[in-house]
């Protein structure tokens, strides 16, 4: 059973930067694209970024340029910088793994990251 664990969100003013962490438990991370996602209130969730195993990285429009996904191997943690924080940046982030839109895992409980104006 894959477990994921989000963290590093918070409450951080438009402009700011934050750092989201996800560690995932069991022997499948070295092997897969992992992925964040978020969900605004009211919204779908969304994907944002992803990495795949040979670290080539895809990004959607919202968030190119802003934010850059990267992985440990060695930790079993993806990584997600947010720079130029936007208050429509505001949601619940998650990570998994699989191609964008195509999650293996159950999710983890995600991570809250608000953005004030």
């Known amino acids: 059973q894959v477990k994921l664990v989000e963290s590093g969100g918070g409450l951080v003013q438009t402009g700011g930067s934050l750092r989201l962490s996800c560690v995932v438990s069991?022997?499948?991370?070295?092997?897969?694209?992992m992925g964040w996602y978020r969900q605004a209130p009211g919204k779908q969730r969304e994907s944002i970024a992803s990495?795949?195993?040979?670290?080539?990285?895809n990004y959607a429009d919202s968030v190119k340029g802003r934010f850059t996904i990267s992985r440990d191997n060695a930790k079993n943690t993806v990584y997600l910088q947010m720079n130029s924080l936007k208050p429509e940046d505001t949601a619940v982030y998650y990570c998994?793994?699989?191609?964008?839109?195509?999650?293996?895992?159950?999710w983890g409980q995600g991570t809250q990251v608000t953005v004030s104006s």
């Open positions: 069991g022997s499948f991370f070295r092997a897969n694209t």
């Open positions: 990495i795949s195993s040979g670290i080539s990285t």
């Open positions: 998994n793994g699989g191609v964008p839109g195509n999650p293996l895992w159950l």
